[in-house]
Nanobody
């Protein structure tokens, strides 16, 4: 497993942008597909975006497609989530997750081995 630490959350007005980062420990980061999930108050955790170990393939939920971009820098053991055009309904705790050598099912929580502690994103209207 890897240890994951998210950062970059905060309070932003609707229409604004934030960039989340997730730093991973360990030397095998490039063997992990990475994902972002979020959980709003009173709701279940949901998939946001995922990226393959190589970075060549990316996946998004319909609710964020066209507004959010996931990327990774394997040399820095870091995955990013650039969030543009934020809406109040994007308010949630955002979690980074790692899936060892997974190439499919990246939209499902059960595919992931390791999780970060989460970072709060609040979008005001």
């Amino acid at each position: 497993q890897v240890q994951l630490v998210e950062s970059g959350g905060g309070l932003v007005q609707a229409g604004g942008s934030l960039r989340l980062s997730c730093a991973a420990s360990g030397r095998t980061f490039s063997s992990y597909a990475m994902g972002w999930f979020r959980q709003a108050p009173g709701k279940e955790r949901e998939f946001v975006a995922a990226i393959s170990w190589s970075g060549r393939s990316t996946y998004y939920s319909d609710s964020v497609k066209g507004r959010f971009t996931i990327s990774r820098t394997n040399a820095k053991n870091t995955v990013y989530l650039q969030m543009n055009g934020l809406k109040p309904e994007d308010t949630a705790v955002y979690y980074c997750a790692a899936a060892f050598q997974q190439t499919y099912g990246l939209g499902r929580e059960v595919s992931y081995d390791s999780w970060g502690q989460g970072t709060q994103v609040t979008v005001s209207s």
